[in-house]
């Protein structure tokens, strides 16, 4: 068995670390959309969705595929990271 220790990493330093070259993706609810995309269209309330984040946490997509958002990181020379 794995000892496995949940850090939380601020997300200044989480900015900092990642320099341009990291983004994050990570499950989002449609009913949080507004709040991380406002100019995003109104959407069924409880649709499960992924976001893909800057390191600062500047949106850059919202999409219904984990893979798809992955894909997007990569194809913009973006590191994506999965955070829960």
Known sequence: MTNCVERKIPSGTLAQLG???????R?????DVPNLFPSA???AP??????????????ILLTDSRAAALANAR????????VH
Do not use: F, H, K, Q
Request: aromatic residues 6%; negative net charge; hydrophobic residues 40%.
């Open 19 to 25: 320099g341009g070259e990291i983004a994050y993706v």
């Open 27 to 31: 499950p989002v609810r449609s009913d």
């Open 41 to 43: 269209p109104a959407l």
């Open 46 to 59: 409880g649709l499960e969705l992924w976001a893909l984040l800057n390191a600062d946490g500047t949106p």
């Open 75 to 82: 194809e913009n020379d973006l590191e994506p990271l999965s």
